[in-house]
T-cell receptor
Framework: DAKTTQPTSMDCAEGRAANLPCNHS???????VYWYRQIHSQGPQYIIH?????ETNEMASLIITEDRKSSTLILPHATLRDTAVYYC?????????????WGLGTSLAVNP | GAVVSQHPSWVICKSGTSVKIECRSL??????MFWYRQFPKQSLMLMAT?????????EQGVEKDKFLINHASLTLSTLTVTSAHPEDSSFYIC???????????FGNGTRLTVT
């Protein structure tokens, strides 16, 4: 699976949009981009995933560049409860039985 | 839907004793479950893949005789840390693939402290 690069930490003001970048320059054509987050001392939580097109759900939006070498997770109106470590993961296929390779993620701090 | 329950949420045990951690899929069946370990300020490391009705698959460097995994039913997998030592103190997390979903669903983890 392709390796991803994320900033170590980011800050965001409450109520503002949080834009979390991820570089995956070695991604191959059939690899998906997944985002999970982990609130302190809890298990990770699935947020969103995509292949080529931008995606949106009730939690976030995922913007994937045309060359697919990078993506951005957008939390449109960040709240204090969005403070967490956000993981960008690239993996082959959309099936969920393959193991995920976890990096260190981005520690997002939402400030009041 | 797709809730994974992990128990206990924390446990303190003495060195040399064994600890069992349970992972249950509450509203769906899981033929596969994954067990992870996470040390402070580090990422999740996959320890093993638990397969219902067959032997677990362990990642390189994980001792299968120390970390016993049993997946006896479609909704329950257990991880037993045998002869625990202080270096086994960590955050253990299980996950299961949701039916009809591409997401992995995670338990809330078990904080193990070995004294």
């Amino acid at each position: 699976d392709a390796k991803t690069t994320q900033p170590t930490s980011m800050d965001c003001a409450e109520g503002r949009a949080a834009n979390l970048p991820c570089n995956h320059s070695t991604i191959s054509g059939n690899e998906y981009v997944y985002w999970y987050r982990q609130i302190h001392s809890q298990g990770p939580q699935y947020i969103i995933h995509g292949l080529k097109n931008n995606e949106t759900n009730e939690m976030a939006s995922l913007i994937i560049t045309e060359d697919r070498k990078s993506s951005t997770l957008i939390l449109p109106h960040a709240t204090l409860r969005d403070t967490a470590v956000y993981y960008c993961i690239v993996r082959l296929g959309a099936g969920n039985n393959r193991k995920l390779i976890w990096g260190l993620g981005t520690s997002l701090a939402v400030n009041p | 839907g797709a809730v994974v329950s992990q128990h206990p949420s924390w446990v303190i045990c003495k060195s040399g004793t064994s600890v069992k951690i349970e992972c249950r899929s509450l509203d769906f069946q899981a033929t596969t479950m994954f067990w992870y370990r996470q040390f402070p300020k580090q990422s999740l490391m996959l320890m093993a893949t638990s397969n219902e009705g067959s032997k677990a698959t362990y990642e390189q460097g994980v001792e299968k005789d120390k970390f016993l995994i049993n997946h006896a039913s479609l909704t329950l997998s257990t991880l037993t840390v045998t002869s625990a030592h202080p270096e086994d103190s960590s955050f253990y997390i299980c996950s299961a693939p949701g039916q009809g979903s591409v997401a992995l669903h995670f338990g809330n983890g078990t904080r193990l402290t070995v004294t």
